[in-house]
């Protein structure tokens, strides 16, 4: 049986893992390869690395980070950040990301989408989208609205629509990161992640709000997600990716176990 | 021991590589170069994306040194699309032919309420006995992303369920094709790929 995935996203800065609320108050947490390696080891399905420095100089930086990270992981590694053009994407799978993750400039540029998955395959192309719920609009959900710029600029794009879209231009996958729910540790927005997921016929990964195993079991069942991104859980609350799938497969859910 | 990874541009080889020089093994690229594949103790066939792909194999001269080769019985390994390609064909690209090594045709997922691709850890169930596939237990999860699979067929070795049963793995005397990516699939992976550098002409 296909299972659940539970994902560990690492947030990198100048080559080291920070943990911060909206990027300020950064807290050095560790090197990249190392934490990496860690939560593949303690039962996450794959590893995503955000790379939050998004300088020209930081590119280099962040090469280096990835080469050193996807030397001795095994399994599915996306990283995202700052790649705004085919060539920046070339560099980040040539230093072993298995996928790579595009927000703005896909909203940008499209095309940039399928130029992409012309090389390396729509399985390889994951469309980053942050929305936001529009309480003036008739339906606040099936009209939430895309912001980019760190959820600070909007684009007057609907969030179901734009993946949509985004499906059809040849993307694999949609991390989908509900900026009501971020950083409350309430609950993933399932009312949205439904509406996109039946939208679309790709996976679809869920971000933003967990809190407790139980929302993780919310998000899947009623929030139709095939996979969940853990960051803050692995901070607060449950202290690994296998505890984690443990108690969500007693609350009948499908992992990967043992892992 | 050195294995032949052919690139036919489909896809990122970086994942591949990584992983069978990670086990020890001295893996070389052969991009159209036949010497390679001639003189090749092992061949792994990588490839993600479309059938239409492995056109390239035959422009390139490729697919009758690999014809040449498997009757050597030089270890063979197709991966993904790799594995397709060793069946006669794939309604993806009707008018590419396959190797015709594995009996039948490779087809789309049947319409359902799941979705399609079929992307993420699924489990592995055991049938006959394979080389490729030894240590593995019943139920093992290993990493997948498709929408085209082969059928199960007599040489079929392992299935996988996800809309409807279809071969996760193949093997025919020193031919293998697995469905999923062993370099993505944490131990079960690596164990697999390990087993097939260890296979002996």
Redesign the interface.
Known sequence: MLTKRIIACLDVHAGRVVKGVQFVDLVDAGDPATQAARHAREGADEIVLLDITATHEGRQTLLDTVRRTARELFVPFTVGGGIRTARDAEQVFEAGADKISVNSAALADPMLISAIGRSFGAQAVVVAIDARRDPAAADPVRDAEVFVQGGRKPTGRRAVEWAHEAEQRGAGEILLTSMDADGTRAGFDCELTAAVSEAVSIPVIASGGAGTVGHFADVFARGKADAALAASIFHFGVSSARLLKEELAAAGVPVRLPC | MRVTVIDYK???L??VL??LR?LGAEAVVSDGNLALIESAERIVLPG??HFAATQRLDSAGLTSAIRAAIARGVPFLGVCVGMQWLYSGSTEAPGQPGLGHFDGQCTRFSESTE?????????LALRNGSRLLAGVEPGE?V?F?HSYKGPVTTDTTATT??IEPFAAAVERGNVMGVQFHP?????T??KILRNFLEISC
């Not at chain 2, 979705?115 to 489990?123: A, E, L, Y």
């Open positions: 489909a896809g990122n970086t994942s990584k992983t990670h993600v994306g979705k399609i691709p079929h992307v993420g850890w699924n489990s999860f990493y992303t369920h996800y370099e993505k699939s944490g131990d992976g690596l």
